[in-house]
């Protein structure tokens, strides 16, 4: 009987022992989940996160984007008012000097006329050096070209005083 009672007590141990191993592993396994799903909480968190950063991001590159494109915008439109400023310049220097041609062409033709109703030969006017010179209907035509060629001086003024 000692020795069953010997064998039982042995067994138990074993058992005991058995279930202490195995509790000790649940523990260790339980200790494990738990450990492994705070780490998966955490990267989720992370992972939330960096989505909303890259979505803020996101925006301020849309944002960004559409200032660049209104910039380009409105560095176009400065381009076409400077062009158009520098036309209208242009033309307004254009229309100086044609009225500037126009007072000395009248002046020019008023004093030809005073001269010749007066009976006076014509005088040299700066605005006639502009005009090449009549030639009499019998001359020979030959290189009279070569002569207008070379005798004709335009001077274009580059400013304009505003009327």
């Known amino acids: ?36 799903q705070s780490a998966v909480e955490e990267w989720k968190q992370k992972a939330v996160s960096s989505n909303d950063k890259a979505n803020e991001l996101q925006a301020q590159v849309f944002m960004l984007n559409e200032e660049i494109h209104s910039l380009r915008k409105e560095q176009n439109l400065e381009a076409a008012r400077a062009a158009t400023a520098q036309n209208k310049s242009v033309k307004l220097v254009l229309v100086c000097h044609m009225k500037e041609n126009q007072q000395h062409a009248n002046s020019n033709s008023t004093k030809q006329k005073e001269v010749l109703s ?46």
């Open 1 to 36: 009987m000692q020795e069953m009672l010997e064998q039982v007590r042995e067994e138990m141990e074993k058992l005991n022992s058995s279930r202490d191993f195995w509790e000790d592993q649940a523990l260790d396994s339980e200790y494990l989940i738990q450990y492994l």
């Open 118 to 163: 007066e009976g006076r030969r014509k005088t040299y006017t700066p605005s006639s050096a502009l005009l090449p010179p009549r030639r009499s209907p019998f001359r020979e035509i030959g290189n009279s070209g070569l002569m207008l060629r070379q005798n004709s001086k335009v001077i274009f003024p580059l400013h304009c005083p505003d009327p």
